[in-house]
C-alpha cells in the first residue's frame, strides 16, 4: 500500500514539474493560453502529488507503515513541507516559477525513500519525545529549504541585474524584490525558532531522547554551528541591515551545515558505513 501511494506522489510530482516548467517560442496570444492552461493542469497535479505524498505519512501514523528516520525519509518530508508552503503562499504571491523546482526536488526525494529507507524505529523508550523533536527539526528543514528556494531567486534576479545575464529557468522573480526578500527572511526566522526549540529540547531530554546524556558529536556540532550562522544573519539584517548577496551567502552556508547536520550525518551511516 505504502509503495503505491508513494509511486502514485511521484508520478504525479514529475507531471506536474513538467506541466510547470517555463515554456516559449511560440506567438504572443497562443503562448498566453496554453501557459494558463499548463499553469492550471500543474496546479491540480501537484495538489494530487501533495495530496498522494500526505497519505503516505497517514499510513505510518496508522501503523499501517514503519516509520523510518534514515537521511531520505528527512528528505522527504522536508520537500513536503516545502511545497506545503509553497501553496499557502501561492494563495497570496504569484509563485508558479518555483512549483517546477520544488516538485522535481520533491519527487527525487520520494525515489531516495525507496532506495535507502533508514531505521525502522525509534530509540528504545524515546516515545513522544523523539517523535517531537525530531518533528521540530524537520520543520525546521523544512522552512529553511523554502527560505532557500526564495534566496535561489533573490541571487537569480541580482545575477541578472548586476551581470546582464537571464533568470536561472523557473527562478526568475514574480513579484518585487523587497517582498520576496521579505518572504526569504521571514521564512528563515520561523525555521530559526524551531531550530531553537529543537536544540533546547535535545539538551534538555537528551537521556531520554538518546539514552545518554547531551554530547557535542558531529551531528550536534553541525546543527549549533548552523544555528550560530543564522544567529548572525537575522542579527546583521535586523541590526545592520545585511541584504543581497551578502545575507544570502550567510544564508546559503547556514543551510548547508544544517543539511549535513541530520541529512548527511545519516546518509554517511547509512550509505558509507552502512550502519
Not at 23 to 35: I, M, P
Request: overall charge positive; proline content about 4%; glycine content about 8%.
Amino acid at each position: 500500500m505504502w509503495i503505491l501511494v508513494n509511486g502514485s506522489a511521484f508520478v504525479l510530482y514529475l507531471l506536474a514539474s513538467f506541466l510547470a516548467r517555463p515554456r516559449g517560442g511560440r506567438a504572443r496570444a497562443t503562448q498566453a493560453s496554453g501557459e494558463h492552461s499548463y499553469r492550471d493542469a500543474a496546479t491540480v497535479a501537484m495538489l494530487l502529488a501533495w495530496l498522494a505524498h500526505a497519505s503516505s505519512f497517514v499510513l505510518v501514523l496508522q501503523g499501517l507503515h514503519d516509520p523510518d528516520f534514515g537521511f531520505a525519509p528527512a528528505l522527504s518530508l522536508t520537500f513536503w513541507l516545502v511545497a506545503a508552503v509553497y501553496w499557502v503562499e501561492s494563495l497570496y504571491y504569484p509563485l508558479q516559477g518555483l512549483r517546477s523546482w520544488i516538485c522535481l526536488l520533491a519527487a527525487i526525494s520520494l525515489l531516495l525513500t525507496w532506495f535507502f529507507p533508514g531505521d525502522r524505529l525509534a530509540p528504545p523508550g524515546a516515545g513522544i519525545a523523539f517523535s517531537l523533536h525530531w518533528a521540530m527539526g524537520i520543520a525546521a528543514y523544512g522552512l529553511f529549504g523554502a527560505a532557500v528556494l526564495h534566496g535561489f531567486m533573490l541571487w537569480s534576479a541580482d545575477r541578472a541585474l548586476h551581470r546582464r545575464r537571464p533568470t536561472l529557468a523557473g527562478l526568475g522573480p514574480a513579484l518585487p524584490l523587497l517582498t520576496l526578500e521579505k518572504l526569504t527572511y521571514r521564512l528563515a526566522a520561523l525555521g530559526f525558532a524551531l531550530l531553537t526549540a529543537s536544540l533546547l529540547f535535545a539538551i534538555s531530554f537528551s537521556e531520554r531522547l538518546f539514552g545518554h546524556a547531551f554530547e557535542l558529536n558531529h551531528q550536534t556540532v553541525f546543527a549549533v554551528a548552523a544555528w550560530l550562522l543564522f544567529a548572525v544573519l537575522l542579527l546583521g539584517r535586523g541590526v545592520l541591515g545585511w541584504r543581497g548577496r551578502q545575507a544570502l551567502r550567510w544564508l546559503f552556508s547556514g543551510s548547508a551545515l544544517l543539511l549535513l547536520s541530520y541529512v548527511g550525518s545519516r546518509f554517511v551511516l547509512q550509505v558509507i558505513l552502512h550502519r
